[in-house]
Structures are given as structure tokens and as C-alpha cells.
């Protein structure tokens, strides 16, 4: 309810539709958790689960891994689909 709140009073916070879509996925909610995830790919077309994991806190892997496959299972794509030499081009 919390990230629905935030999503009102800032849309497509990208940080609020991680939340509702993980938090959905895990309690069976497919269909909004499909949605949440689409809207996120649409306020950032780069978002991948596995760089946006590596950005948090996560001291207990096993909670990150449960997010991980809840964001996946929602239609959050896990890695980058960008070749490596071309993501090596982009950093020099």
C-alpha cells in the first residue's frame, strides 16, 4: 500500500514499482505484479534485476535471491540483453 501511496504522489517512481511488483509476484498477484513491472520498463527501459540488486544493502543472500526470482517471476528481465563489447564501448 505504501509504494501505491508513493505511485500517486510521484508517478512511475521506479523504486515504488519495484516494491509493488516484487511484493505482488510474492503473494500470488500476477497480474499486478506483470503490470507494476511493465510500467517500470516503461519509466526505464535499462532496468535489470541483477544490476539493480547489486545497487542494495542485501547482508542475507537468500532475501536477495527471493526478490529476485519474485521481480523475474513478475516479467522483470534479469540481466542486461546488451552484448558485452558494446557495454565496453559505452564505458571508455
Known amino acids: 500500500r505504501v ?19 516484487s511484493a505482488a ?8 505484479a506483470g503490470q507494476a513491472a511493465r510500467m517500470l520498463l516503461r519509466e ?6 541483477g544490476p539493480y540488486l547489486d545497487r542494495q544493502p ?12 519474485a521481480l523475474t517471476g513478475a516479467g522483470l528481465p534479469a540481466l542486461s540483453t546488451v552484448p558485452l563489447a558494446a557495454a565496453q564501448i559505452r564505458h571508455s
Open 3 to 21: 509504494a501505491e501511496e508513493i505511485l500517486k504522489l510521484s508517478p512511475g517512481n521506479s523504486d515504488a514499482l519495484v516494491v509493488l511488483s
Open 58 to 69: 542485501y547482508r542475507d543472500r537468500s532475501r536477495r535471491d527471493h526478490l529476485a526470482e
Open 44 to 49: 526505464d527501459p535499462t532496468f535489470r534485476v
Open 25 to 32: 509476484q510474492m503473494c500470488q498477484r500476477s497480474g499486478e
